[in-house]
């Protein structure tokens, strides 16, 4: 195997990948976060719907005719997974895929559709691994790794070439981190070009495996790895990815699930984006102020689209609680005519909906006449919530 990433290699990457992988668009997001001149990179909207299509593609094209004829074997729960069939197909080479039983049926269905073969595996991530590993034994196929290995990570690495054509003068990258592949790709490009743009590295905080292997000056493996970006959800970095992580990548983040949700409820409102959990983390940490972004030029690299519709809905409910647009309130009520309404007259006058209502009477311990009331409404954001729970204390209401 080659183990030498060179600049070289990514414009080869490049020019392979040049009708296959689109060149995806740079947007400007003013709104996201206030102060920072932010754009949006968006490989949400890559052919399969995320990045990884290139750095699988530019590496089934540098197998020999030998390797070619017997074919590839690959394990993933999701996007490395549809870039690998994607790639095998226009390259006219089998393709075995190795799934957890348990994957989303979205995910095993894209799959498919591309023309691979699919091997559902009973258990997780580990245990697909692990056949993929027997089957390239027994039958001969080339193991693709997800992000190990010089060559995906060098077609990852256009990522950053497209970049230096777009905004040349950007001040800071912002990558999210699973096995390290992308932000590798993308540092050691970037770094390579312009040494003095910042390249930030976002991991979800319950997936902190680069991160902690960083701080530590050792590659750590996690025991459990919780977190609705699945598409990070990685327990160990690779060898080489962590190398170049430690050489090239300024500083590395986490951040929460509730943040993520925020971040992919903003993207969707603001700028018709859907991203999965994976995709938003880069755009999470901009919002929630993980660096210091202040008065520069950032970009937010959108690594992929795939989320599963049921998460979806989901999300969307979280992420409206977490950036203040609806919030619900208790109320603790004397049981008299009126009180209801005296209730819907402030919060309708201070502008909030109700969209739903619990009016239960009461509980051991409170007064004989007293009755509690919940109130679920949909806000502007926290400064509103605040505004009208003041009006109702105001009004004499106890709210607990």
């Known amino acids: 195997m080659n183990t030498q990433l060179t600049l070289d290699n990514v414009y080869k990457a490049s020019y392979v990948l040049k ?12 709104k996201i976060k206030p102060g920072v001149e932010l754009y949006l990179k ?8 995320s990045f990884k299509v290139r750095g699988a593609y530019y590496k089934m094209s540098r197998l020999s005719a030998e390797e070619k004829a017997r074919g590839v074997v690959a394990c993933s729960a999701g996007n490395h997974a549809q870039g690998v069939a994607l ?7 089998k393709a075995v895929i190795c799934l957890p039983d348990g994957a989303p049926i979205s995910k095993v269905e894209a799959t498919k559709s591309y023309g691979a073969e699919i091997c559902l595996v009973e258990g997780v991530y580990d245990d697909a691994y692990r056949k993929a590993q027997q089957l390239r034994d027994e039958m001969g196929y080339t193991f693709i790794h997800p992000f190990d290995d010089p060559d995906v990570i060098a077609g990852q690495g256009t990522i950053a070439l ?11 990258v912002i990558v999210p981190i699973g096995g390290g592949g992308l932000i590798a790709g993308v540092a050691y490009t970037i770094k390579n070009l312009n040494p003095k743009v910042k390249v930030y590295g976002v991991q979800a905080a319950g997936a902190p495996s680069m991160v902690n292997s960083i701080h530590d000056a050792r590659i ?11 598409g990070i959800a990685v327990k160990q970095p690779g060898t080489l990815t962590y190398e170049l992580c430690s050489q090239y990548v300024d500083e590395i983040a986490t951040v929460t699930d509730d943040e993520i949700s925020a971040a992919i409820l903003a993207l969707m409102e603001q700028h018709k984006l859907v991203t999965e959990g994976a995709g938003a983390v880069a755009v999470a940490a901009a919002m929630f102020d993980k660096f210091d972004l202040k008065d520069k030029k950032v ?31 208790n109320i603790e009520l004397m049981d008299k005519p009126g009180q209801l309404l005296k209730v819907s007259d402030i ?5 909030g909906n109700v969209t739903a209502v619990f009016h239960e009477h009461t509980n051991e311990g409170s007064d004989i006449n007293g009755c509690y009331l919940r109130v679920t409404l949909e806000t502007r954001n926290f400064e509103h919530i605040h505004t009208i729970k003041q009006a109702l204390t105001d009004a004499g209401l106890k709210i607990l």
Do not use: M, W
């Not at 968006?42 to 719907?49: D, F, I, K, P, R």
């Not at 809905?313 to 950036?323: E, K, N």
């Open 19 to 30: 009708n296959v992988a689109r060149t995806t668009d740079l947007l400007y997001a003013p």
């Open 42 to 49: 968006a490989e949400n909207l890559q052919v399969t719907g």
């Open 87 to 93: 790639a095998a197909q226009k390259n006219g080479i």
């Open 162 to 172: 497209e970049l230096a054509e777009q905004i040349p003068d950007a001040d800071a």
């Open 220 to 230: 750590e493996t996690l025991e459990k790895v919780k977190t609705i970006a699945d």
């Open 299 to 329: 970009v937010c690299l959108l690594s992929g689209g795939n989320i599963d519709v049921t998460i979806l809905s989901r999300v969307i409910a979280r992420g409206l609680l977490i950036s203040g647009r609806s919030c619900q309130l």
């Open 347 to 351: 919060i309708a006058k201070h502008g």
